[in-house]
């Protein structure tokens, strides 16, 4: 059963039969909770509609396999929970995600599971994540040839070993990693993968506020519920300078709620809309960013579009936007009183927080969505090229 019917109308399919047609497969759907790797899918996917592809992005109610990071309960609860989801989606209508605008012509589609669900036919499909890989691989009546795996980080973190990952990189799939990093784990394992760097709207993030004109005891950080995105070391580091910058101001923002690790004399910002997400980089001084792992890590290129000096650790993810000493102030993962020295360096040495400010914003600029399309439908081996110049 789909939740959601094809959005083109039958005299509109007439016309993009023409067209290529290409298949996301996400491993699951959420129209509420911004993720960076979902926002990827959606960009390309609005790029490819208005280039003349049929663009339809796969959403299944149960998440197959073992790395189901949608839903961490189990038995009769997980199962009625998926239920509820599935109907209120369904019901409503909803189009999957409310905090991103998805071009009206890509088809959203919500099927109970990817295993088990008859999947479009296309010319393309584009596993998203270890799951997805795993479930395209099954499907033995979609050509090797059609196949491709889009690799946006190594996802030992969601369930699996590290050997089951890498199970899935030597799938029989064209490979697209979005980071240096990664590409360099495909070599490691003998593995040939296009490299399609990630990149940044710079219509939505813009530098409004110069970084002279900012008080530099108001800082920015983003909470997340998930360890390796580093919060208790962003808070602990932020607390540190507290301690001895008492009027310091921490603008906090994040998908979740509120939770009781977020000091209380912290400002939280919960899914701030394009104005507030805005102010908040062009208020803040320095943006900090702690995670032990990313794939790319967009809210610190996010933080240099609008003029933060950044101060975040040594992750690989990171290192594609964070030099030390040129771009940013990069320390140990897991070390809050590094990264605590670094803020403290950025608070009290004005001309160091400027420089690196300024020296980010202009490093940032060479990761425009534009590049990343054109190189992702080089990596699909798409024609045609009509927003390539």
Same mark, same amino acid.
């Given at each position: 059963?789909?939740?959601?019917?094809?959005?083109?109308?039958?005299?509109?399919?007439?016309?993009?039969?023409?067209?290529?047609? @290409?298949?996301?497969?996400?491993?699951?759907?959420?129209? #509420?909770?911004?993720?960076?790797?979902?926002?990827?899918?959606?960009?390309?996917?609005?790029?490819?509609?208005?280039?003349?592809?049929?663009?339809?992005?796969?959403?299944?109610?149960?998440?197959?396999?073992?790395?189901?990071?949608?839903?961490?309960? =189990?038995?009769? #609860?997980?199962?009625?929970?998926?239920?509820?989801? !599935?109907?209120?989606?369904? $019901?409503?209508? !909803?189009?999957?995600?409310?905090?991103?605008?998805?071009?009206?012509?890509?088809?959203?589609?919500?099927?109970?599971?990817?295993?088990?669900?008859?999947?479009?036919?296309?010319? @393309?499909?584009?596993?998203?994540?270890?799951?997805?890989?795993?479930? &395209?691989?099954?499907?033995?009546? @979609?050509?090797?040839?059609?196949?491709?795996?889009? +690799?946006?980080?190594?996802?030992?973190?969601?369930? &699996?070993?590290?050997?089951?990952?890498?199970?899935?990189?030597?799938?029989?799939?064209?490979?697209?990693?979005?980071?240096?990093? $990664?590409?360099? %784990?495909?070599?490691? $394992? /003998?593995?040939?993968?296009?490299?399609?760097?990630?990149?940044?709207?710079?219509?939505?993030? #813009?530098?409004?506020?110069?970084?002279?004109?900012?008080?530099? &005891?108001?800082?920015?950080?983003?909470?997340?519920?998930?360890? $390796?995105?580093?919060?208790?070391?962003?808070?602990?580091? &932020?607390?540190?300078?507290?301690?001895?910058?008492?009027?310091?101001?921490?603008?906090?923002?994040?998908? *979740?709620?509120?939770?009781?690790?977020?000091?209380?004399?912290?400002?939280?910002? /919960?899914?701030?809309?394009?104005?507030?997400?805005?102010? %908040?980089?062009?208020?803040?001084?320095?943006?900090?960013?702690?995670?032990?792992?990313?794939?790319?890590?967009?809210?610190?290129?996010?933080?240099?579009?609008?003029?933060?000096?950044?101060?975040?650790?040594?992750?690989?993810? *990171?290192?594609?936007?964070?030099?030390?000493?040129?771009?940013?102030?990069?320390?140990?993962? #897991?070390?809050?009183?590094?990264?605590?020295?670094?803020?403290?360096?950025? %608070?009290?040495?004005?001309?160091?927080?400027?420089?690196?400010?300024?020296?980010?914003?202009?490093? %940032?600029?060479?990761?425009?969505?534009?590049?990343?399309?054109?190189?992702?439908?080089?990596?699909?081996?798409?024609?045609? +090229? =009509?927003?390539?110049?």
């Amino acid at each position: 059963m789909e939740a959601w019917p094809s959005v083109a109308t039958p005299e509109e399919d007439a016309v993009l039969d023409m067209s290529r047609h @290409i298949v996301f497969l996400l491993p699951y759907a959420d129209n #509420r909770s911004p993720a960076g790797g979902f926002k990827v899918v959606y960009e390309y996917a609005n790029r490819l509609v208005a280039d003349g592809e049929r663009v339809t992005i796969v959403y299944p109610a149960y998440a197959d396999g073992r790395a189901d990071f949608s839903f961490r309960m =189990s038995g009769l #609860r997980t199962r009625w929970k998926q239920h509820v989801r !599935l109907l209120h989606v369904w $019901l409503r209508r !909803l189009h999957c995600p409310d905090w991103f605008a998805v071009h009206r012509e890509v088809s959203q589609r919500m099927v109970w599971s990817l295993e088990s669900t008859r999947l479009p036919k296309a010319d @393309i499909y584009i596993a998203t994540a270890v799951q997805t890989a795993t479930t &395209l691989l099954k499907r033995d009546e @979609i050509p090797p040839e059609s196949k491709y795996y889009f +690799i946006q980080s190594f996802e030992d973190w969601s369930g &699996l070993t590290r050997a089951e990952v890498e199970a899935t990189w030597r799938y029989p799939f064209k490979k697209i990693v979005i980071s240096p990093w $990664l590409q360099s %784990i495909a070599q490691e $394992l /003998q593995v040939e993968a296009a490299l399609v760097k990630n990149g940044f709207d710079f219509d939505y993030f #813009r530098c409004t506020e110069s970084p002279q004109e900012r008080d530099p &005891l108001i800082i920015a950080a983003m909470y997340h519920t998930l360890e $390796l995105k580093g919060w208790r070391e962003t808070a602990e580091a &932020l607390t540190l300078i507290r301690e001895r910058k008492p009027s310091l101001r921490c603008l906090v923002f994040g998908a *979740f709620p509120r939770g009781d690790d977020v000091p209380a004399w912290m400002e939280y910002f /919960q899914s701030p809309d394009r104005e507030t997400h805005n102010h %908040i980089y062009n208020t803040a001084a320095i943006y900090v960013a702690a995670s032990h792992r990313e794939g790319w890590g967009l809210t610190v290129g996010e933080a240099m579009q609008c003029g933060c000096a950044v101060a975040c650790t040594d992750n690989a993810g *990171f290192a594609a936007m964070a030099i030390h000493d040129e771009t940013a102030l990069v320390s140990p993962v #897991r070390d809050a009183p590094g990264l605590a020295e670094h803020i403290l360096r950025l %608070i009290e040495d004005d001309a160091l927080r400027q420089r690196l400010a300024n020296a980010g914003h202009e490093f %940032i600029k060479q990761f425009s969505w534009e590049t990343s399309y054109c190189r992702l439908r080089e990596a699909l081996s798409l024609a045609g +090229i =009509s927003q390539c110049h």
